[in-house]
């Protein structure tokens, strides 16, 4: 059925290393996939988004571009900040229309 | 931007007693919202679809006796833990959509409820 799969964590950075959780998908056709951010404390937040293969969701510094050859959608930041720390989910809609998740990766970031 | 406000955001309860949840869209209206439960390292898996006004759609798996879920109003929804047991320990979410259209989720910060 449809799923989504991302990377373990918890992973832990320095200030403005650079950023890559791996997000892949299954599904029948080319769902829209979404990256939300949950910080401490706070609910959850839609960071980015992209609809269709190859393009390339953007917010905050952070991307994602929608692969289809490798059904894959992994969010990269080019230099993270200690405000970065939060945990990260990646999501898509199942066929029935429900928004599934990703079991969401926390990131550190240590000044 | 929109938001949704979940409240308690913690809770902990005797086990056979009742928790009520309740998840409010503050500045707009929804027609629809979701409830979430999540266990410590895992994903949000979906229990159910709140519609205002009517009964609550529940997903396979989900007790509808043990999850009671209202959605009296557009901008209020509750979900009460009925008979609560320490397995039903985890964390909450609620989210709800803007009646006026789009895809957005607006979510709500949780609810960490502990049975004990």
């Known amino acids: 059925g449809d799923s989504v799969t991302q990377m373990e964590g918890p992973v832990t950075l320095s200030e403005e290393a650079f950023l890559t959780i791996n997000c892949t998908y299954t599904?029948?056709?080319?769902?829209?996939l979404f990256w939300y951010v949950q910080y401490p404390g706070e609910g959850l937040q839609l960071l980015l988004k992209a609809t269709k293969a190859d393009d390339k969701g953007s917010n905050k510094g952070f991307e994602a571009t929608y692969r289809k050859e490798t059904t894959s959608f992994h969010l990269e930041k080019g230099s993270v900040q200690v405000s970065d720390s939060a945990v990260y989910f990646c999501?898509?809609?199942?066929?029935?229309?429900?928004?599934?998740f990703g079991q969401g990766t926390e990131l550190s970031v240590k000044p | 931007g929109a938001v949704v406000s979940q409240h308690p955001s913690r809770v902990i309860c005797k086990s056979g007693t009742s928790v009520k949840i309740e998840c409010r869209s503050l500045d707009f209206q929804a027609t629809t919202m979701f409830w979430y439960r999540q266990f410590p390292k895992q994903s949000l898996m979906l229990m159910a679809t709140s519609n205002e006004g009517s009964k609550a759609t529940y997903e396979q798996g989900v007790e509808k006796d043990k999850f009671l879920i209202n959605h009296a109003s557009l901008t209020l929804s509750t979900l009460t833990v009925t008979s609560a047991h320490p397995e039903d320990s985890s964390f909450y979410i609620c989210?709800?959509?803007?009646?006026?259209?789009?895809?957005?989720?607006?979510f709500g910060s949780g609810t960490q409820l502990s049975v004990l």
């Open positions: 599904a029948t056709g080319y769902p829209s």
């Open positions: 999501a898509r809609y199942n066929q029935g229309g429900k928004l599934i």
């Open positions: 989210s709800a959509r803007d009646a006026g259209g789009g895809e957005k989720l607006f």
